[in-house]
């Protein structure tokens, strides 16, 4: 048996093979074409200004402390890197919101061998917009406070020396927050209960958000592992019985 850190990959595992199985390429064809345009835009970008950001975000050094620039240099190329992650990661899941939920919703039905949600249609699709959207503004104002503190902390000079483990362990919550969330809100459970319920199981959670993270920092490899994530978090939660928490008393 599995500990509960190293049951995270196994999740993945698991939601990359769902999504490369016939029945549901279709719900993963558009989602994964959003992220492709999205990230060959962020990279064109990244490609053109990632030296002025890691240039921005160095500490200025006296003459005689200078050799320490060599020394800095990468823990600061990496705090660019993961900024400019979650910056393509929010966008992307913001945008493909609405297919995600469906591609959950989809994942579960081949897991639990029962189909209790909808039929998907045009109008079941624009039906969730709203709600998806609506979940997804509320990570962002989970989100952002912190990561606004994070970028506070990038700034001050030492104290931004630990911001990049710092920007690493919060990255790994915020994408188990992120992908759970998607079976979490198909099933009506609220926000502060998912949160809950992930603190619960907090180094499954870590383990799955760890790997999910890991995954989706290889360039080209992420497009595929965005959906993967969210077949992989269904599956967490069918497996680590999520619907268990929708029966306790909110």
Do not use: C
């Amino acid at each position: 048996m599995p500990t509960p850190t190293l049951s995270g990959p196994q999740y993945l595992r698991e939601g990359l093979k769902l999504v490369l199985s016939p029945g549901l390429r279709l719900f993963v064809l558009l989602p994964l074409t959003i992220n492709l345009v999205l990230f060959a835009a962020l990279i064109g970008l990244a490609l053109q200004q990632f030296g002025l950001w890691v240039d921005y975000f160095m500490p200025s050094l006296p003459d005689w402390l200078s050799f320490l620039e060599y020394l800095l240099w990468p823990l600061f190329v990496v705090l660019v890197l993961l900024m400019v992650f979650f910056t393509f990661t929010l966008l992307a899941n913001v945008i493909a919101a609405p297919f995600n939920g469906f591609l959950s919703e989809k994942v579960e039905v081949v897991v639990r061998g029962q189909d209790h949600f909808p039929p998907f249609s045009g109008a079941e699709l624009l039906a969730m917009v709203p709600r998806t959207l609506g979940r997804e503004a509320r990570k962002l104002a989970y989100f952002l406070p912190r990561a606004l503190a994070l970028l506070v902390l990038s700034l001050i000079p030492g104290l931004n020396l630990v911001a990049a483990p710092l920007w690493l362990l919060f990255g790994v919550w915020m994408m188990a927050v992120q992908y759970i969330d998607y079976p979490a809100d198909n099933n009506k459970l609220g926000w502060n209960e998912m949160l809950a319920w992930l603190r619960a199981k907090r180094w499954q959670s870590l383990g799955f958000g760890g790997i999910t993270y890991l995954a989706l920092l290889v360039p080209g490899l992420n497009i595929l592992m965005m959906p993967a994530a969210v077949a992989g978090a269904t599956v967490f939660w069918v497996r680590e019985g999520g619907e268990t928490q929708l029966q306790q008393p909110l």
